[in-house]
């Protein structure tokens, strides 16, 4: 909910560079929100609210990719999204493989479609949810954009074009980070020689890998915002006693 009033509050901070479907939409997303205000709170309701965010939600992002100009903002916009979704993607994969679930074959359908990559694994490998394709398929494809490495070298692309214009300072804790991911070898995973205690060392060593790679993002974002929407000056600034 308090998501959704900051959506509302940025959107009405620039009403006028919106156009009137995209307002509509807002307005629309706004209703539903307040119409499940002061009302006890029905699992069915709330998973019929969250459908309709999601579908909502959608829109908006259609909104985003046909209809803004390709300034400034949007490349902000764009380079926000992607690292949201690295992070949200390391965490919630480093959560699953230190869970213990990640022999669990419902687990690895749940998690497929937390990745929004079922299709996907049922279209190349007519098989049933197996731990290495699925980490694969998620962590190491480079096709695939709601993969850990595809959106990590969009992000990576994305602050290159952006140090062009700005000279924004190397990025090297996340390019060491991509390169550890892109050597990380799932056929370690498979070797006879490990028992299931090693096989664990591995998978936590592959949470740490995330969970770095969702930290190192994080760093990026705050220097983004120091960079360019602190419009304070340090000098300026008071702290009080």
């Known amino acids: ?28 997303l706004q209703r539903e929100a307040q119409a499940l205000e002061g009302q006890p709170a029905d699992f069915g309701e709330l998973l019929d609210f969250l459908n309709r965010l999601l579908m909502s939600l ?22 926000g999204r992607c690292i949201e979704r690295l992070q949200f993607l390391c965490d919630a994969f480093a959560g699953f493989l230190r869970s213990g679930a990640a022999t669990d074959q419902s687990a690895l359908e749940w998690l497929l479609e937390l990745g929004n990559s079922s299709i996907t694994y049922r279209t190349r490998y007519l098989a049933s949810a197996q ?21 990590l070298r969009t992000l990576l692309r994305s602050l290159q074009r952006l140090d062009e214009r700005f000279e924004l ?38 949470a740490d890998l995330l969970a770095a790679i969702s930290q190192a993002a994080g760093t990026v974002s705050d220097q983004l915002g120091l960079r360019f ?8 600034r008071t702290q009080s006693s």
Request: glycine letters at 6%; hydrophobic letters at 50%; charged letters at 20%.
């Open 1 to 28: 909910r308090a998501n959704l009033q900051r959506l509302q509050w940025a959107a009405g901070s620039v009403r006028g560079k919106l156009s009137q479907a995209n307002w509509q939409a807002l307005v629309e």
């Open 58 to 79: 959608a829109a908006l992002s259609g909104f985003a990719l046909d209809d803004m100009t390709r300034d400034d903002g949007w490349r902000f916009l764009m380079l």
């Open 131 to 151: 731990l290495i394709p699925v980490l694969d398929l998620l962590l190491l494809d480079e096709q695939n954009p709601h993969a850990v490495i595809f959106q």
């Open 169 to 206: 300072p190397a990025q090297l804790p996340l390019q060491e980070l991509e390169a550890q991911l892109a050597g990380f070898d799932l056929a370690c995973l498979e070797n006879s020689l490990f028992g299931p205690g090693s096989i664990r060392a591995v998978l936590e060593g592959l």
């Open 229 to 236: 929407f602190v419009h304070v000056d340090a000098s300026q």
